[in-house]
């Protein structure tokens, strides 16, 4: 049993900076990737950022170059730094945590970006 939540999301202002947190807790033996996704009202969830077991990682192409996924194995807890913010961020961000078998997620967190 794995379970996720996320925190850190807010209001910020545009080219603002915010770093969202994925707390996991139960068993974690089996967890190979974890990722963060994003949904806005009326869109297509989209993946924003994913890291592997051996530390590789993966970003959407609207998000290179600004956010930054990363992990703390002592807390359990992934992270989302998000740089250079732009109204079109504005989302639920959703973590995910990956085994062989399933994907696990988070309830989601509110980032509204303001212009």
């Known amino acids: 049993q794995v379970q996720l939540v996320e925190s850190g999301g807010g209001l910020v202002q545009a080219v603002g900076s915010l770093r969202l947190s994925c707390a996991a807790s139960?068993?974690?033996?089996?967890?190979?990737?974890m990722a963060w996704y994003r949904q806005a009202p009326g869109k297509q969830r989209e993946l924003v950022a994913h890291i592997s077991s051996g530390g590789s990682t993966t970003y959407g192409d609207r998000v290179k170059g600004r956010f930054t996924i990363f992990r703390d194995n002592a807390k359990n807890t992934a992270y989302l730094q998000m740089n250079s913010l732009k109204p079109e961020d504005t989302a639920v961000y959703y973590c995910?945590?990956?085994?062989?078998?399933?994907?696990?997620w988070g309830q989601g967190t509110q980032v509204t970006v303001s212009s």
């Open positions: 139960g068993s974690f033996f089996s967890i190979n990737a």
């Open positions: 995910a945590a990956y085994s062989i078998s399933q994907v696990y």
